[in-house]
């Protein structure tokens, strides 16, 4: 197996997060508001601790297969997923933020699991660093019951709680942590960073832009798509600011921008609905009729051919319905072209072979045995990739660029015991634990 091509995407590209700050925000100043607290925008200064830090920010540039290639962003074997690099810098700043003030820091999350173990591993490194104190620095998450086989034994609960709520949308956590953060901010003896906020994760990813103009540059010659499979697509959006900054520099040129293809599950489609009709109602999607123990359709080619579920949930981590960022990706789609599609897990596992043969030729194979994956982004990616080609949804002469956004299965880390979380479904239960 040769090396591919790798950079750490936030200690190479240092220098340019200023500029890329820039662009995603007005006033780089801290919030002071208790209900809308932010630390600001400052980086600190590079040194050894800071470095070290930063250490596991690495990305490969993956040859798949003739015209295939991944960005993998699974490098961090504490997460396994793109979330490490925003979780670094959210947590970078909070650092500097502290350094500046001597305030402490609340970091407070509604997250599917994956942000939240992000964050939850970037705080540990933050500690193990020694940037920070428990005392200067903790960090709070709230995740939706079905998730709680995704989170990780990687960072003591008692002072970092971790909040399971059992309620029967999971989406409801993001509406659950902003009451909370309104009620209680004021009151907890720690700056409260209520922390789902787009700008947060935007500009981590545009280095993915950086990335690969660096090792693999687009050009007129060979058209390109970014696959990628999404539940508000801040990757793909983070890595267009990254091409803005690219051609304004003159580095790249606006006639080489990739075009895009958005991969969903049949539980949230929102993204894919919203691209070809413009609203999010799922009365849009194809009728399916029962074959045997199947379903299946043959009238819409975005949508999966075959499930075991016209509703299934194929990975939970994929939970935003109606996503804010609907529109600036319909608009980039506009533009620079691009489709989206939504796959089943049913043809996940008939694809199985063919994507574990394409990950063989990286150091993150696929596991013999499908039921032991945890975390299907790469899978869905890749199978709706293929489904793609197949139904004409991307060109033919097209090369293809999957963003690995996430992949992990059982064996990669110890899950969190139930022991360790606490069921919460209302503030005033989140706020007896933090305020204690």
């Known amino acids: 197996m040769s090396s591919p091509p790798m950079r750490n995407l936030i200690l190479d590209y240092y220098d340019r997060l200023p500029g890329v700050i820039a662009r995603c925000v007005d006033d780089p100043a801290p919030v002071k508001d208790p209900a809308n607290f932010s630390p600001g925008f400052l980086l600190p200064e590079l040194d050894d601790q800071i470095r070290r830090f930063y250490g596991c920010a690495e990305a490969a540039w993956w040859k798949l297969a003739e015209?295939?290639?991944?960005?993998?962003?699974?490098?961090?074997?504490?997460?396994?997923?793109?979330?490490?690099?925003?979780?670094?810098?959210?947590?970078?700043?909070?650092?500097?933020?502290?350094?500046?003030?001597?305030?402490?820091?609340?970091?407070?999350?509604?997250?599917?699991?994956?942000?939240?173990?992000?964050?939850?591993?970037?705080?540990?490194?933050?500690?193990?660093?020694?940037?920070?104190?428990?005392?200067?620095?903790?960090?709070?998450?709230?995740?939706?019951?079905?998730?709680?086989?995704?989170?990780?034994?990687?960072?003591?609960?008692?002072?970092?709680?971790?909040?399971?709520?059992?309620?029967?949308?999971?989406?409801?956590?993001?509406?659950?942590?902003?009451?909370?953060?309104?009620?209680?901010?004021?009151?907890?003896?720690?700056?409260?960073?209520?922390?789902?906020?787009?700008?947060?994760?935007?500009?981590?990813?545009?280095?993915?832009?950086?990335?690969?103009?660096d090792v693999d540059p687009t050009s007129a010659a060979r058209p390109r798509t970014h696959a990628h499979a999404v539940s508000s697509a801040f990757g793909l959006l983070g890595y267009n600011i990254g091409r803005d900054i690219l051609e304004e520099t003159g580095a790249a040129q606006s006639a080489d921008r990739p075009s895009f293809l958005l991969v969903q599950h049949l539980g949230t489609p929102d993204m894919v609905i919203n691209l070809r009709h413009g609203d999010f109602d799922r009365g849009h999607m194809p009728d399916y009729h029962r074959d045997g123990w199947l379903w299946k359709q043959d009238t819409d080619p975005h949508f999966p051919a075959v499930t075991y579920d016209p509703h299934e949930v194929l990975d939970p981590t994929f939970y935003t319905h109606q996503p804010a960022t609907s529109p600036a990706m319909n608009d980039l789609i506009a533009r620079f072209g691009g489709d989206g599609i939504v796959v089943s897990l049913h043809e996940c596992l008939q694809r199985y072979p063919e994507v574990a043969q394409w990950l063989s030729a990286t150091d993150r194979p696929l596991p013999a045995d499908p039921r032991g994956v945890r975390e299907w982004s790469i899978i869905m990616a890749l199978t709706g990739v293929a489904n793609a080609l197949e139904r004409g949804l991307v060109p033919p002469r097209h090369d293809i660029v999957v963003h690995g956004s996430g992949m992990y299965s059982r064996t990669d880390y110890m899950p969190l015991a139930v022991a360790d979380t606490i069921e919460v479904s209302t503030p005033e239960d989140i706020a007896r634990v933090l305020k204690a």
């Open 67 to 213: 015209g295939l290639s991944m960005l993998d962003l699974t490098r961090n074997s504490g997460t396994r997923t793109t979330k490490t690099l925003a979780s670094l810098l959210i947590v970078a700043r909070a650092v500097e933020y502290i350094r500046r003030t001597g305030e402490p820091v609340l970091i407070f999350s509604p997250t599917s699991a994956n942000k939240g173990t992000a964050l939850r591993d970037a705080v540990q490194r933050a500690y193990e660093c020694g940037l920070v104190t428990p005392d200067q620095l903790r960090v709070a998450v709230l995740v939706p019951a079905g998730c709680r086989d995704k989170l990780r034994d990687a960072l003591p609960t008692d002072r970092n709680p971790v909040f399971m709520y059992a309620g029967e949308q999971p989406e409801h956590v993001k509406a659950l942590g902003r009451q909370f953060a309104v009620e209680y901010a004021a009151s907890l003896g720690a700056n409260l960073w209520f922390s789902l906020e787009l700008r947060n994760y935007l500009i981590a990813d545009a280095a993915r832009a950086f990335f690969e103009h």
